[in-house]
């Protein structure tokens, strides 16, 4: 193999990632007493929550859920302030605990890997960074994150824009003065309609460029209260325990009544309840909504018919009614009054299904119909979600085949944890176990201490290299593959199934089966005695030891 002039620093274990999956990964490795250096593109902690500082960004996970289970000590000496933190919040929490277990340390900040080549010879990864220094390491962790990579929506004439042209996967750090401009959005997903709904009270003229309309349920967001945060401190145990068991890896509600197992008026209230109720309180309430079109049908009804009672421009509103897939096909958003934004004088609706958008001018957007001159361009177009951050710098495996020709017609691998031809590579919340479909943080932690248990079984047993054996990761993959079949997500064009990159091989490849479940068949493999993995001796004393 080729080495670089620079020569290369020896340790255990390189991580890549500073989001919550890498933060805890680099905690727990540590604890294992490797020698670790942890890797991250940005200027601190905090993953997708140190780049997303838009107006507006808020989580809309409930703060219990989107928090670690791990340590009884940051839950204890840690207090979210309301139900749905914002950016500022979380960004805090995540400094947090980096102070409060001292993992800055470890961590190469302001740095990008370039590459990462695995040299069988001496059964280690070799992985070189944009700085020109080189890292040897038996093992690597990707917790690179499903949302990491941003994309710039497919129109022609972006960079021709000469006004400030800004993206919420990539705001600025410094205040951005936005008062009375002529301000774009491009995108009405989440993260759109958080900007939307918050710029659209200020000072400024809103342009709304709409290509897909959303379905949104109201967040509801509470304050806590001192009793109840010693109530949640008190019972953190039992909650996290409950979230382990749960589909979605977390605390919201999931049920078993299928939609028509009771009578239209019953149905009636209890959506009335659960959009009063506010939150992801709607999505629990019926056990069959992403598999039977028809409940789904009349659930989508539902919430045009709220859509239709918020915004007081009938025209308007019929505008808005997301319509042609089903709803939670698209990822659920919550707001915090994203309808009623529209009825502001200052607020305007572009609707390019109706009047599709031509190209960015240097001044503006052109659709078919005209220019609307803008001072201000705001891109919430998302991001190349869940492979391509894996696949921004080469990762080479064993017989120099490369990733991206193993990933050539979507990601493979078994659990979205190992791969078959990637020895001692971990990924956390990869692309193929429930990623963005359920609890980031308790995915993360199920995968990471899945791959600390590897490990320990490698250690104690001389054994120097790991990988997925190819008939597992082929099962697993057939499993993914039917349990998306009968899924309505598959029925809408999302970055859920990867459609939002032009060329990008589309479909279902997350784990739709439940978080449960996911955890019930990786604890299931370190039962059967890892005959899963496929495991080599450490070919040298110095590996082994290691």
């Given at each position: 193999m080729e080495r670089n002039q620079t020569k290369a620093q020896r340790v255990d274990m390189v991580i890549v990632g500073a989001g919550f999956g890498g933060m805890y990964a680099t905690w727990k490795f540590r604890e294992m007493g490797l020698d670790i250096v942890s890797i991250e593109e940005g200027g601190d902690v905090g993953g997708v929550w140190y780049w997303n500082r838009y107006p507006g960004a808020r989580c809309d996970l409930l703060a219990v859920d989107y928090s670690y289970g791990f340590s009884e000590e940051v839950q204890q000496d840690w207090t979210w302030s309301e139900q749905f933190a914002a950016q500022p919040e979380i960004l805090a929490y995540a400094n947090f605990v980096a102070d409060r277990l001292d993992l800055r340390k470890h961590y190469r900040f302001n740095t990008r890997v370039e590459a990462a080549n695995w040299d069988d010879a001496r059964q280690l990864w070799v992985v070189r960074t944009d700085d020109g220094n080189v890292l040897e390491a038996p093992y690597c962790v990707m917790s690179t994150g499903p949302l990491s990579k941003p994309t710039d929506p497919d129109i022609p004439g972006i960079s021709r824009f000469?006004?400030?042209?800004?993206?919420?996967?990539?705001?600025?750090?410094?205040?951005?003065?936005?008062?009375g401009k002529r301000i774009g959005v491009l995108g009405t997903g989440s993260s759109g309609m958080q900007i939307i709904q918050t710029l659209g009270r200020t000072d400024c003229e809103l342009f709304v460029f709409q290509r897909t309309p959303s379905f949104t349920l109201p967040m509801r967001n509470r304050k806590h209260s001192a009793d109840y945060t010693a109530e949640l401190k008190r019972n953190y145990a039992a909650i996290r325990a409950a979230c382990r068991m749960n589909p979605t890896g977390g605390a919201r509600p999931v049920s078993t009544r299928p939609f028509f197992s009771l009578p239209p008026d019953h149905r009636q209230e209890l959506m009335?309840?659960?959009?009063?109720?506010?939150?992801?309180?709607?999505?629990?309430?019926?056990?069959?909504?992403?598999?039977?079109?028809?409940?789904n049908d009349q659930v989508a009804d539902f919430v045009r018919d709220k859509i239709g009672e918020a915004v007081k421009d009938p025209v308007l509103a019929e505008k808005l009614k997301p319509r042609g897939y089903p709803i939670f096909a698209r990822r659920p958003c919550l707001d915090s009054g994203y309808y009623e934004t529209y009825n502001l004088p200052n607020v305007h609706l572009?609707?390019?299904?109706?009047?599709?958008?031509?190209?960015?001018?240097e001044t503006g957007i052109r659709?078919?119909?005209?220019?609307?001159?803008?001072?201000?361009?705001?891109?919430?177009?998302?991001?190349?979600?869940?492979?391509?951050?894996?696949?921004?710098?080469?990762?080479?495996?064993?017989?120099?085949?490369?990733?991206?020709?193993?990933?050539?017609?979507?990601?493979?691998s078994l659990f979205g944890i190992l791969m078959e031809g990637f020895p001692n590579l971990f990924m956390s919340t990869g692309p193929n176990g429930p990623a963005a479909l359920a609890n980031i943080i308790t995915i993360s932690e199920n995968d990471v201490d899945f791959a600390a248990n590897v490990i320990r079984h490698m250690q104690r047993e001389g054994l120097g290299a790991v990988e997925a054996r190819l008939a597992?990761?082929?099962?697993?993959?057939?499993?993914?593959?039917?349990?998306?079949?009968?899924?309505?997500?598959?029925?809408?064009?999302?970055?859920?199934?990867?459609?939002?990159?032009?060329?990008?091989?589309?479909?279902?490849?997350?784990?739709?089966?439940?978080?449960?479940?996911?955890?019930?068949?990786?604890?299931?493999?370190?039962?059967?005695?890892?005959?899963?993995?496929?495991?080599?001796?450490?070919?040298?004393?110095?590996?082994?030891?290691?």
């Open positions: 000469k006004g400030p042209l800004l993206r919420a996967a990539k705001w600025p750090h410094d205040p951005v003065d936005l008062k009335e309840e659960a959009w009063a109720h506010g939150g992801h309180t709607f999505l629990g309430i019926f056990s069959d909504l992403m598999t039977n079109q028809d409940a572009v609707d390019c299904l109706e009047d599709p958008i031509v190209e960015i001018t659709t078919q119909s005209g220019v609307t001159e803008l001072d201000v361009l705001i891109l919430a177009t998302g991001y190349d979600a869940l492979t391509g951050a894996m696949l921004s710098f080469e990762i080479t495996g064993r017989g120099g085949r490369k990733l991206s020709e193993k990933w050539q017609d979507g990601p493979r597992p990761e082929d099962a697993w993959m057939e499993q993914i593959r039917r349990l998306a079949q009968g899924n309505l997500m598959t029925k809408a064009k999302t970055w859920w199934v990867g459609a939002n990159v032009k060329g990008k091989p589309q479909g279902m490849l997350m784990w739709t089966g439940g978080f449960h479940k996911y955890r019930e068949a990786c604890e299931a493999v370190a039962a059967n005695g890892y005959r899963d993995l496929a495991f080599e001796p450490a070919k040298t004393l110095e590996a082994a030891a290691h």
